[in-house]
């Protein structure tokens, strides 16, 4: 029987490409057009190892730019601290930023015939030996296994797993993200002060990817005037972005933590077992290497016990990024007088204790 992957995001169709690879029969069921797909994400080290397991270096390497240097920079532009991303990654891991209707379509390329478009899943009710599924035509079917790669809102997770989990993230409360013409910025680039935090990551030679957010758990209004008041102050290329953005994308910051992923035959991957606010860019790492283990998992182990297996193996890996995070929106909720005085101190420093583990491979059966 097929494997049923719930949602044709990046974890789902990460987790497709690597069920055939394996020869494991599976469908896609896709509810619908992602509404952020014009906008772009970053992929550190461990992301662009993932996709080089895909089999997508190729690929990868002809959509986006790399991203070779971070600067943590004060809201009057004075640099705290800067990373040398290129030296760190190796040149076999040089992160990258990427559209990201690019990034679906290197994952999707080949997988036509496999995914069902516009058929959300109502509900999954695990069975001896399977799965049984509803879709929203009112249609049913029992499948062998059933993998929720469908978000934050997972209907998976709500209806098969039976965890509540959301939770409004530390950091902030909701974010903007927007494209933009590129003011002048060669590197990853993040400005904080007492407004809150505005990135921007060029995406080719023309255009930069940009996040803004406030700290400390607070309001980031619906209403765009929000970015020009919070940030008029800034410096002269966040200026320039204010007035140049483009597909503005206003959306909450929620986290997912659960006891478990997995019930009977049936699992979750990507955002729907661990979403994370996006410190450190690893919603697309973490869900790429989930796709990876799980298909290795299911390749080699009886269906019946793949769930429990498959968290024992993630479970660590995803704690470290989500305890890093923590850590990371605490620290800016401080006075941004103090941060701006211990960033200096402290800020190498947890950048390599948060990526340094994610250098090395992930545990596999």
Known sequence: MDVLVVGGG????????????????????????????????????????????????????????????????????????????????????RPRCVRRTDLLGLLADGLDAGIRRSLPVTSVRPVA????????????????????????????????????ATREALLSAASWRFMAPNPGVDCWTLWTGPGGAFLLIPVDDHEVYGYASATGGGPVSADAGWLRTSFRDYPAPVRTVLDGMTDLYHSPIEEVRTPTWS????????????????????????????????????????????GAHYERLRRDRVTHVQTATDR??????????????????????????????????????
């Open 10 to 93: 990046i974890a789902g169709l990460a987790l497709a490409r690597a069920l055939r690879r394996r020869d494991v029969p599976a469908t896609v069921a896709e509810r619908g057009i992602d509404d952020g797909g014009g906008l772009a994400i970053n992929l550190p080290g461990n992301a662009i190892a993932a996709f080089a397991a895909l089999g997508l270096t190729d690929g990868l390497n002809k959509i986006g730019r790399p991203t070779g240097r971070r600067e943590y920079r004060s809201s009057r532009d004075r640099l705290l601290f800067e990373v040398d991303e290129d030296a760190f990654w190796g040149p076999e891991a």
């Open 328 to 365: 990371f929106s605490r620290a800016a909720a401080l006075p941004s007088w103090l941060r701006h005085t211990l960033l200096p101190l402290i800020g190498p420093r947890t950048y390599r204790d948060t990526y340094n583990p994610l250098r090395h491979p992930f545990p596999t059966p």
């Open 129 to 164: 030996g399977g799965a049984d599924v509803e879709f929203g035509d009112d249609t049913g079917q029992r499948f062998g296994f059933v993998a929720g790669a469908d978000g934050v809102r997972s209907v998976v997770r709500a209806t098969a797993i039976g965890a509540t």
């Open 263 to 306: 019930a009977g035959r049936c699992v979750l991957v990507g955002d729907a077992a661990h979403a994370t606010a996006p410190v450190w860019a690893q919603g697309a790492a973490l869900a790429v290497e989930d796709g990876l283990v799980l298909a290795d998992v299911l390749a080699t182990t009886d269906w019946d016990d793949a």
